[in-house]
């Protein structure tokens, strides 16, 4: 009787030991599992957050194109059809010849502009004809404009290439509207050069100037009146591209990429 005492002693001490040993065991896995679901919970809310975000960006700039095309519309039909129904009218004025011939010119350029603010607002071209088009027609329209920037386009189109969604073009374009207006504005450059290149891996796009250098920072960005700067990154949020700025001597070297294979 004596000796079985101590037997069960030690086999209760082992299936105590076995017992704190599996509790211990457990605590580990109950927090390991825990930190799991709790780091997948973050990542979800993280994902949550960027959903929410680029859903933001896109609406925001689903109604600023809405507006831009009724704007563009009503320049067209309406203010349009008025200057030309008002350059027919003089026609029938008691006055000479010269004076109507200055009027006419008069509303002929007002024309002029209000056909170019009502394409830059709806570019047209693009859907019709493709971004590499509709990016030369703006920046010849520009050369025509501004005598004293030289301005020059190299664009390189795989022919098998498959054009980018509308979304996709529309926003490139938009990105390039607002650089060159920096840089017009701003740079007090002489020159602009822009090479755009599309194939199947995306597109790129290099725009340099020769003018004043300028790479914006973090506080750029977040300015009040830079709202050109806020457009080129809700832009290139919206379709998760790529854009560099690299100092020239002299000038600014942007670099934008889109790569289609991430869209897979």
């Given at each position: 009787m004596d000796q079985q005492v101590p037997s069960n002693l030690g086999l209760l001490l082992i299936i105590g030991t076995l017992a704190m040993f599996i509790m211990s065991l457990s605590i580990i896995m109950f927090a390991i599992l825990y930190q799991q679901k709790m780091r997948r919970k973050r990542q979800e809310i993280i994902q949550m957050e960027l959903n929410y975000k680029n859903?933001?960006?896109h609406a925001v700039l689903d109604a600023k194109e809405i507006e831009q095309r009724r704007i563009a519309i009503e320049l067209h039909d309406d203010i349009g059809s008025s200057l030309t129904a008002l350059k027919l009218s003089f026609a029938s004025l008691p006055i000479d010849e010269k004076e109507r011939m200055l009027l006419n010119e008069g509303v002929q350029i007002t024309i002029g502009k209000v056909r170019s603010l009502s394409n830059r607002l709806l570019p047209g071209i693009l859907e019709e004809l493709g971004l590499i088009p509709a990016v030369k027609s703006l920046v010849n329209t520009l050369s025509q404009q501004i005598l004293s920037v030289q301005f020059s386009v190299t664009a390189v189109n795989d022919p098998k290439h498959k054009s980018q969604t509308r979304e996709v073009s529309l926003a490139v374009y938009r990105i390039l509207q607002e650089l060159i207006n920096n840089i017009l504005k701003y740079a007090d450059a002489t020159?602009?050069?822009?090479?755009?290149?599309?194939?199947?891996?995306?597109?790129?796009i290099m725009l340099t100037d020769n003018g004043v250098g300028f790479i914006p920072t973090k506080e750029d960005k977040l300015k009040s009146q830079s709202l050109g700067l806020k457009n080129i990154e809700s832009r290139i949020q919206q379709i998760q591209a790529k854009i560099n700025y690299e100092l020239l001597d002299p000038g600014t070297k942007v670099t934008i990429i889109w790569q289609a294979i991430e869209r897979k």
């Open positions: 859903e933001l960006i020159e602009i050069h822009l090479v755009i290149e599309q194939n199947d891996k995306g597109v790129q």
